[in-house]
C-alpha cells in the first residue's frame, strides 16, 4: 500500500544547526541572546503546560544531528514502508508566539533554508513544509514566494496557536501567496503561548493531558472563520491542512455551522455554499491522534458523517509520545488506500502520481 | 382544480406584515407588496413554525466582494422562529430553493380578498 505520512517530525538535537542559516542582526539576538532554555533552545513564548515527561518517544534518543534521520530511517520509514513523508519540523512553528515579527520570519528563513539543505537530500521520502510566521502576513506571503517554488516543498505550515482567527482578512496575504504558488496552507496543533494568548476558552486549564486533549478547540475556531470569511471564494482551488487537532468533532461543528448559515446567510453575502461543503472540497484532517472510543461504530460513523473516506489524510506524528502505528490505524478497510495515501495525492499536488502507483 | 375561498378584505393586508387568516382550517399569511397580493401556507417546512409571523424584510445580494448590498426590501418574509427567509412570491428558501412552503394565487374582487385553493 502506498503510505503518505502527512505529519513526520525532522527534529534536531539544538537549534544552533540554524546559525549557519542567519545573519546580522537577528543571528546575533539567536547566538547570545535570551532564549527559553540553554544555548540550543529555539527562541519562544511557552506554553503554561508542561509535558511531564517531554514530547519525545523515549526510545529516540538522537546524540549526534545526524542520529536524527538515522533513527527515524530504521524505526518509521523503512520500519513501516512510508512512501513519501511529510516533513513537519518540529520546534520551529512555535515562531507564532514571538512578539516581534521579523526575528520570528528570520528564524522562519533560517529554519526554511536548514531544511531544504539538510534534511530534503537525505532522502527520496522526504517533501518538505515551509514554516512562516503568520503574525506578519506580508513576511509570511514574502517567504512563500521565497521558498515556494522549490520542486519538493508540498505546503506552508502555521501553528493552530493564533493571535486570531485564520480566517481573518489579516490573513489573507498568506493565502494569496499560497494560491499564487500552488501550496497547501496547513496549521499544526502547537504555538500556545506568547502572543498566542488565546489557545483555550474560558481561560487556561491545568494539566498536560486535559489541555492536550481540548486543544482542538482552537482548529474549529479557525475552520469555522476560513469557511465564514469567504477564503474558498477568493482562492477557490486552495486545500487547508489541519494537523494533530482530533478529528470527531469536525461533524458536530460542520452541523452547527450549516444550521446557523441557513437562519443567518445574510451576514456572509459571499458565501455561496454550506459551509460543509466548503469543507469537504479544502479542508483536510490528518488522522493523528484519531479517537478512539470504546465501540469503533461510533467513531466509524463520526467519520462517515465527515465524508472521512475522501477528507483524511494518514499521520504518524512520528516521534511524539502519542505516535499513531500505521499497523493499528482504526478506519474502515475499504477507505485505507485512500487515508493512507491516495487523498494526499489531491493535496500535495507536486507528489508524483507514479510513486503511488510504484507503490503498488 | 382549485376553489376560491374568502381571506379578508383587501384594506386589512398591511404593507410591512402578514395578514394571518384561515381558509379551510389552513394557516395562510397574505402580504402585500408593489406587484400585488401574495400568500404563503403558514408552516414553515424547517420545523413548522408561524413562518408569516416573522419579519418582513431584506436582505443581503449574494456578491464575490467583502461587501454587503441591501437587496428586495419587503420582499422576504424570516420565519418567526429560526429566521430562515422565505422569497414572499415563490415561497422558496432563499439557501436551498429545493425547501419551499406553499404558496397560493390571490385575487381580489371589490373590497375583498380571495386565496385559491
Known amino acids: 500500500m502506498f503510505i503518505v505520512d502527512c505529519d513526520c517530525h525532522n527534529y534536531w538535537c539544538s537549534a544552533t544547526v540554524l546559525e549557519p542559516y542567519m545573519e546580522g542582526l537577528f543571528k546575533d539576538m539567536f547566538v547570545r541572546g535570551e532564549r527559553t532554555g540553554p544555548r540550543g533552545a529555539f527562541p519562544h513564548g511557552h506554553r503554561p503546560w508542561f509535558h511531564p515527561e517531554g514530547f519525545a518517544r523515549h526510545d529516540v534518543n538522537p546524540v549526534e544531528e545526524d542520529d536524527n534521520y538515522l533513527i527515524m530511517k530504521e524505526k518509521h520509514l523503512d520500519k513501516y514502508n512510508i512512501d513519501v513523508a511529510i516533513l513537519t519540523g518540529d520546534e520551529p512553528i512555535e515562531a507564532s508566539t514571538l512578539a516581534n515579527p521579523y526575528y520570528a520570519n528570520a528564524l522562519c528563513k533560517a529554519y526554511n533554508d536548514y531544511m531544504i539543505d539538510y534534511w530534503l537530500p537525505k532522502d527520496d521520502r522526504f517533501w518538505g513544509s515551509i514554516v512562516v510566521a503568520p503574525q506578519d502576513p506580508h513576511l509570511a506571503a514574502a517567504e512563500i514566494r521565497r521558498v515556494g517554488s522549490h520542486p519538493r516543498i508540498v505546503q506552508v505550515l502555521v501553528s493552530h496557536g493564533a493571535a486570531r482567527p485564520y480566517g481573518d482578512p489579516f490573513y489573507h496575504p498568506i493565502y494569496e501567496a499560497c494560491a499564487e504558488m500552488g501550496l497547501p496552507f496547513a496549521m499544526h496543533l502547537g504555538g500556545q503561548g506568547g502572543i498566542n494568548a488565546n489557545p483555550i476558552g474560558a481561560g487556561p486549564s491545568t494539566f498536560f493531558w486535559e489541555t492536550h486533549a481540548i486543544l482542538p478547540q482552537t482548529a474549529m475556531t479557525h475552520m469555522a472563520s476560513l469557511i465564514a470569511h469567504g477564503v474558498f471564494e477568493k482562492w477557490p482551488s486552495l486545500k487547508v491542512v489541519i494537523i494533530e487537532c482530533g478529528v470527531a468533532w469536525v461533524p458536530s461543528v460542520l452541523w452547527r455551522l450549516d444550521a446557523n448559515y441557513k437562519a443567518l446567510r445574510k451576514e456572509t453575502p459571499w458565501l455561496k455554499r454550506l459551509p460543509s461543503e466548503y469543507f469537504k472540497d479544502h479542508i483536510r484532517m490528518s488522522t493523528q491522534p484519531l479517537e478512539q472510543p470504546e465501540n469503533i461504530q461510533h467513531l466509524w460513523a463520526t467519520l462517515e458523517a465527515m465524508d472521512g473516506e475522501n477528507t483524511l489524510m494518514f499521520a504518524s506524528d512520528y516521534p511524539h509520545w502519542d505516535y499513531d502505528d500505521v499497523t493499528k490505524l482504526h478506519v474502515p478497510p475499504a477507505w485505507r488506500e485512500k487515508i493512507f495515501g491516495l487523498n494526499a495525492l489531491d493535496v500535495y499536488t507536486r507528489l508524483p502520481r507514479q510513486a503511488a502507483q510504484a507503490a503498488e | ?117
Request: charged residues 25%.
Open chain 2, 1 to 117: 382544480m382549485t376553489t376560491k375561498h374568502f381571506a379578508c378584505k383587501a384594506d386589512e393586508v398591511p404593507q410591512d406584515a402578514a395578514k394571518i387568516v384561515s381558509v379551510s382550517n389552513m394557516p395562510i399569511g397574505v402580504f402585500r407588496l408593489e406587484d400585488g397580493f401574495h400568500a404563503l401556507l403558514n408552516i414553515c417546512p424547517h420545523k413548522g413554525a408561524a413562518l408569516c409571523e416573522g419579519p418582513v424584510c431584506g436582505t443581503t445580494k449574494q456578491t464575490d466582494a467583502t461587501e454587503f448590498v441591501y437587496d428586495r426590501a419587503g420582499e422576504i418574509v424570516r420565519c418567526a422562529w429560526h429566521g430562515w427567509e422565505f422569497d414572499i412570491r415563490s415561497g422558496e428558501f432563499l439557501v436551498d430553493p429545493a425547501v419551499k412552503t406553499r404558496r397560493f394565487d390571490v385575487s381580489v374582487e371589490g373590497s375583498d380578498l380571495y386565496v385559491h385553493i
